[in-house]
Structures are given as C-alpha cells and as structure tokens.
C-alpha cells in the first residue's frame, strides 16, 4: 500500500492526519464496547433472576389451576371472563447508539373477571399467580430483547475495532515510515548533491586564483 503512494510532505501529512483519526477511532470502538459489556452483564444477571422467579411462579400458578379443576371441574367458561391483554406498549432508548427497548404494561388495579359463587380461592390463587407470570414475561421479553441486541452491537463493535487495531493502523503506520524514509533519503541525496556541487565550486575558485 505505502509504494503505490508518492512520497511527499503533503502526502505525510495526510497519511499522519488519517492515522490520528483511526487511533482515535478504536479508542471510542474500544470504550464503546466496553460500556455496552458492562450493560450486558447487568442484563445478563437480570434473565436469570426473572427465569427463576418465572419457573417458580409458573409451577404455583399451575398448581393452583390444577387444584382448581379438581374442585370446580373444566373452568375454561371462567377463564374466558378474563380479557385479552392490550395494554402493552413499546419504546426505544439508546446505549452508546443502540437501540434498546422498553416494553411496558400498563398497570391497572388488580380485579376479577369472574364470579365469586361457585369459584373459591385456589381459582383466585391462579389467577394472581398467572397475571404475575404476565408482568414478569412482559419484563423478561424486554431484557432478553435488550442482551440480544446488545450481543449483536457488540460483536460488530469489536469487528470494527479489530480492523482499525490490526488491518488500518498498521497500514498508516507502515505508509507514515515509508514517507519518512523516503523523504529523509531524498534529503540526504539533495544534502550530498549541494556538498558536491559546493566542491566543485570551491576547487573551481582556487584553479581559477591559481591561474
């Protein structure tokens, strides 16, 4: 790369100009995927807490619809009653440029759906533990979305940097060396060039005194 360009001050200057830039630009690579690591991980413990308050509130939630069946028989009529959840909403906001979501469900005072005659408490029980279940999906679709996303900004973040670190800085440097050489031969060169023709001037001078 550095012999296809001419060696001259203007182009080290650009050369040293662009090396800048690319130095510059794995720092803030560098920086930028440490912060969104640092984010991850947070994230990452924050899963696995809401998967195991899910699994537990899941198993005594079913617990509770099975004890329910028993007692009450098939409560699909009853299930029915309860209403599709539509207040859920979404927006975005950025870490380091990446867009992470926010997933909210809108709260709204606990209440039944159903009838209090013929239903009893362990139906009450399920219904608690299954709109629980509910809120935590709702923060565990946001944070899972959230580590995926950042994952991915992650893996092109250190790609970029890798290229900068291993493939453009080295390829600046080795032009801004070559330049430097070059142009400090050429100075050698002109420097013996004068020091002859100041010889030759000199031992002309004294022919021409000697005559």
């Known amino acids: 790369m550095a012999q296809q360009i001419f ?3 203007g182009n080290l200057m650009a050369a040293k ?3 800048g830039f690319s130095k ?21 413990d924050k899963v696995k807490a809401l998967r195991e308050e899910i699994d537990k509130t899941f198993a005594q939630a079913y617990q509770a619809l099975q004890t329910a069946n028993v007692s009450l028989g098939v409560i699909e009529e009853l299930a029915s009653a309860v209403p599709v959840e539509d207040g859920i909403t979404l927006n975005y906001r ?3 440029g990446v867009e992470i979501p926010e997933v909210k469900l809108e709260e709204q005072p606990m209440r039944l759906y159903y009838s209090l005659y013929g239903t009893n408490s362990r139906l009450d029980d399920a219904y608690f533990c299954f709109a629980r279940v509910k809120q935590l999906t709702v923060t565990l679709a946001e ?3 959230s580590v995926y996303r950042l994952a991915n900004a992650i893996r092109k973040t250190q790609r970029r940097a890798n290229a900068l670190k291993n493939i453009i800085i080295p390829n600046f440097e080795h032009t801004v060396t070559f330049i430097s050489e070059a142009l400090e031969e050429k100075e050698r060169e002109e420097f013996s060039r004068l020091k002859v023709i100041k010889a030759g001037k000199q031992r002309a001078q004294q022919q021409t005194s000697a005559e």
């Not at 794995?26 to 930028?32: F, I, Q, T, V």
Request: glycine letters at 4%.
């Open 7 to 9: 060696p001259t001050k």
């Open 94 to 96: 950025s870490v380091m």
């Open 143 to 145: 944070v899972e979305n």
């Open 17 to 19: 100009k662009s090396l």
């Open 24 to 44: 510059m630009g794995y720092e803030l690579m560098d920086r930028k995927r440490n912060i969104l690591i640092r984010e991850m991980m947070l994230l990452i």
